[in-house]
């Protein structure tokens, strides 16, 4: 199985909690987590489009929000079944859509955090 890549923001306390959450999950090291905040890091897409959204490599398609989040949870055997489920065109749309709510409320989530 190949690894899933997820890129975050790590200057996000949001995107940080969650991640160590997913580094505790992921036993099997099955995700290469890479933080894209610093000036310097190396990204397949645009640097500022990638800290504006979520997004995973899955077998080499680069995929974003929650489409990259089903990626993640399928390479977690605790979340596989919601990953599998979300390979559902109408779920993943549903989740697109909250996705998409959630990032209109990020900024002041991760003022909370700070």
């Known amino acids: 199985m190949a690894k899933i ?7 996000c306390p949001l995107c940080i ?3 160590a959450l997913m580094r505790r ?3 099997r090291s099955a995700i290469d987590f890479r933080d894209i ?5 190396v990204c397949p897409l645009d640097r500022q489009l990638m800290l504006a ?8 398609v680069i995929l974003s929000g929650a489409a990259a989040f089903a990626a993640m949870w399928r390479a977690i055997p605790l979340l596989k079944p919601l990953g599998l489920i ?3 065109r109408l779920v993943l749309q549903l989740l697109e859509r909250l996705y998409n709510r ?13």
């Open 5 to 11: 890549i997820v890129w975050y923001d790590g200057a």
């Open 17 to 19: 909690r969650e991640i």
């Open 25 to 27: 999950l992921d036993r």
């Open 37 to 41: 905040a610093p000036a310097d890091a």
């Open 53 to 60: 959204r979520f997004h995973a490599s899955e077998e080499g």
């Open 86 to 88: 979300a390979r559902n």
């Open 102 to 114: 959630f990032l209109i409320i990020r900024p002041r989530l991760q003022k909370l955090l700070d």
